[in-house]
Nanobody, 115 residues
């Protein structure tokens, strides 16, 4: 059973930074795709950033230039460095991992950005 555990969320002022971590219970080399999603109150869950097994990355337009996704295979961890945070970044952030055809999710970590 794959487990993903997020950490690093919290309360930060606008313009600040946070680094989210996602620890996997097994080697992340086996995943085809890993990514971060977020869900704000009353809104649908949306893709924030993802990294493909070959190393290529994709970002939502709203976070390009501010967020950076990375992974450490040795530590079986996925990261999301978030800079220049805005109040509209407030949401629960979820770690996702795909090993076709299966899809795995963490429990989420709250990020709150105050104005």
């Amino acid at each position: 059973q794959v487990q993903l555990v997020e950490s690093g969320g919290g309360l930060v002022q606008a313009g600040g930074s946070l680094r989210l971590s996602c620890a996997a219970s097994l080697s992340i080399r086996s995943f085809n795709v890993m990514g971060w999603y977020r869900q704000a109150p009353g809104k649908q869950r949306e893709l924030v950033a993802r990294i493909i097994s070959g190393g290529s990355t994709n970002y939502a337009d709203s976070v390009k230039g501010r967020f950076t996704i990375s992974r450490d295979n040795a530590k079986a961890c996925l990261y999301l460095q978030m800079n220049s945070l805005k109040p509209e970044d407030t949401a629960v952030y979820y770690c996702n991992a795909v090993r076709y055809p299966n899809d795995y999710w963490g429990q989420g970590t709250q990020v709150t950005v105050s104005s």
